[in-house]
């Protein structure tokens, strides 16, 4: 047996097994917060579960919401809900956020 | 009195004085739409008509959302739903959408 460094998200409980990991974990976080608040003050009447989602899921997939800007909107046909596994999912069966359904 | 040219955008039939305000409204409205559908797909269950605003909220204010992409989440409190006015606005009355309340 051997002792390991793992770091958590303050913000959602989650563990990484790197801190790099972790700091993208939370800095994704944080822009799923502001992208749902945002929504939220523009198009009112949206339940906060939703706005939630929302928000994760455009953070989440930035890089490709950062293409279609430039004009490849193709690109957001690739979107996915889903969180990347990290090991630390896989060594300590983090509850993931699933995709809605 | 004379004649002048008018660019017309075939998705909603605004108006412009100039063909690159009218490209840029077009594509505006064309990732608009694909942001809709994408987020339609993976948050089911928003209504439709508050789809087509995020989707616009969003593309109309890409620039934002590019930055708050590489960290500058703050720049998404600046967020704008009023469409751009144009000088074929204001010189055709164009009906402009308006910020849902």
């Known amino acids: 047996m051997a002792v390991k460094a ?17 700091d993208a974990h939370d800095q994704m976080l944080e822009l ?6 945002a929504i939220e003050e523009n198009v009112p009447g949206i339940e ?10 455009i953070a989440r997939n930035k890089d490709l919401f950062s293409k279609a800007f ?6 957001l046909t690739k979107l ?7 090991d630390a999912d896989a ?4 509850t993931k956020i699933n995709k809605v359904s």
Chains 1, 2 share one sequence.
């Open 48 to 57: 906060s579960e939703k706005l939630d989602d929302i928000g994760r899921l």
């Open 80 to 86: 996915d809900f889903a969180e990347p596994t990290t």
């Open 32 to 37: 799923a917060e502001s992208i749902a608040q």
């Open 6 to 22: 793992l770091w958590q998200c303050d913000r959602d409980g989650k563990m990484f097994t790197n801190k790099k990991d972790a």
């Open 91 to 94: 060594d300590n069966k983090v």
């Open 70 to 75: 430039k004009g490849k909107t193709a690109e």
